[in-house]
């Protein structure tokens, strides 16, 4: 009798243990279009394995990593962008969930730790000397042109304006996102959020 409440409860934790890594496995799985909100948290200690060094101009020269595909998008954006004189600078990439802590302070405006969009590695803040990450960045030719260009590049306006109540965040004309240049025109183009884009 023993040995079947033996077998029975070996049985129960080899099921748990597979249930919990085949979570780890999915929270790992490099998937562009991953939802981060405040609906979706991110698992504490997931970091992206193909992180890269910010070679390209960063505020007051910041270490600044973020995943690889979206570094070598960037620099696309950055250098096209450059061709119609509008200078960006990365003010932000990946953030650690330790990182996050030491940052958070109001959930309006940045994410709680472990609800940030920037620990998956795919998200940049985009700073202009002029205005820094504001709302008026909206009005600029910089953020005009990022709104309007992004896409061809990979990106979207994470946080655009009048879809607060969706995204549960104000206005963020800096945060860019990527997605992939094939979902990155279906959302520019529909006027979407992600959120919208993934019903
Ligand atoms: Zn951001």
């Not at 932000?92 to 959930?107: L, P």
């Not at 803040?125 to 005009?144: F, H, K, N, R, S």
Request: hydrophobic share 40%; with cysteine.
């Amino acid at each position: 009798m023993k040995n079947i409440y033996m077998i029975i409860l070996s049985l129960v934790l080899l099921i748990i243990l597979l249930l919990l890594k085949s979570t780890v496995e999915v929270n790992i799985k490099n998937n562009y279009l991953q939802l981060v909100n405040k609906d979706n948290p991110i698992s504490s200690n997931y970091e992206p394995s193909n992180l890269v060094l910010v070679n390209i101009p960063t505020i007051i020269d910041k270490t600044i990593y973020i995943c690889d595909p979206v570094l070598q998008a960037y620099e696309e954006l950055y250098l096209n962008a450059l061709e119609k004189n509008i200078k960006f600078f990365v003010f932000s990439g990946f953030r650690s969930f330790s990182y996050q802590e030491e940052i958070f302070i109001n959930e309006y405006i940045t994410a709680r730790p472990g609800y940030s969009k920037h620990q998956i590695g795919l998200a940049l803040d985009i700073y202009t000397p002029d205005v820094g990450l504001t709302e008026a960045l909206g009005e600029l030719p910089e953020g005009i042109w990022l709104e309007h260009h992004a896409h061809e590049y990979g990106f979207i306006i994470r946080y655009p304006k009048g879809k607060e109540d969706i995204t549960k965040y104000v206005y963020e004309p800096w945060h860019i996102r990527y997605v992939g240049k094939h979902h990155a025109r279906k959302i520019y183009e529909g006027n979407l959020t992600l959120e919208e884009y993934l019903e």
